[in-house]
T-cell receptor, first 116, second 111 residues
Framework: NAGVTQTPKFQVLKTGQSMTLQCAQD?????MYWYRQDPGMGLRLIYY???????DKGEVPNGYNVSRLNKREFSLRLESAAPSQTSVYFC???????????????FGPGTRLTVL | LAKTTQPISMDSYEGQEVNITCSHN???????ITWYQQFPSQGPRFIIQ???TKVTNEVASLFIPADRKSSTLSLPRVSLSDTAVYYC????????????FGSGTRLQVQP
């Protein structure tokens, strides 16, 4: 199993450009998430999808859109990139605990985005 | 969502036991306590989860007192490879399951 994969690994954009970050998981998880992590900070939730066909805003959704294409794939789109969106973006998927409990999240390797 | 408070940083030496305490005064009845580990340039990785008392796995132990207002992650005999940021999170077992990350505790293990 590849787990959670993200493309691209690195990207440099100019202000105003658009791009889509791709994420896929092969663990048959229902829930998927997009986080951003600024230097020296914790992760902040951008959007999440509890199941195929549903998406919800997280803590910092402004400037982003998402698409849950199918159960495996969850993409994040920046329509008009701004320098404030320079960050590392992590995709994650989750499954319920095997004997109850909160979900365990599995993270991808991240996409390092710089907006000039 | 319950807010968590943990030390910003800790230092230790190889072979020592490290205990990182997290405060979560507003924890709800259906909340679980989960710890994640993050190495530089990688995504966080699940370490351990518990509800009350003590949980142990091959990596760490988690101690949760009866009032559940705090928890302690214990790493036995740390090595240089345990240098990482450790996040304490509180999340419910139902409803919205997205995690709220704080700044974590940066553990530096010295030789």
């Amino acid at each position: 199993n590849a787990g959670v994969t993200q493309t691209p690994k690195f990207q440099v954009l100019k202000t105003g450009q658009s791009m889509t970050l791709q994420c896929a998981q092969d663990m048959n998880h229902n829930s998927m998430y997009w986080y951003r992590q600024d230097p020296g900070m914790g992760l902040r939730l951008i959007y999440y999808s509890a199941s195929e066909g549903t998406t919800d805003k997280g803590e910092v959704p402004n400037g982003y859109n998402v698409s849950r294409l199918n159960k495996r794939e969850f993409s994040l789109r920046l329509e008009s990139a701004a320098p404030s969106q320079t960050s590392v973006y992590f995709c994650a998927s989750s499954q319920p605990g095997t004997s109850g409990g909160a979900d365990t999240q599995y993270f991808g390797p991240g996409t390092r985005l710089t907006v000039l | 969502l319950a807010k968590t408070t943990q030390p910003i940083s800790m230092d230790s030496y190889e072979g020592q036991e490290v205990n990182i305490t997290c405060s979560h005064n507003n924890i709800a009845t259906n909340d679980y306590i989960t710890w994640y580990q993050q190495f530089p340039s990688q995504g966080p990785r699940f370490i351990i989860q518990g509800y009350k008392t003590k949980v142990t796995n091959e990596v760490a132990s988690l101690f949760i007192p009866a009032d559940r207002k705090s928890s302690t992650l214990s790493l036995p005999r740390v090595s240089l490879s345990d240098t990482a940021v450790y996040y304490c999170l509180v999340a419910p077992d139902t409803g919205r399951r997205a995690l709220t990350f704080g700044s974590g505790t940066r553990l530096q293990v010295q030789p």
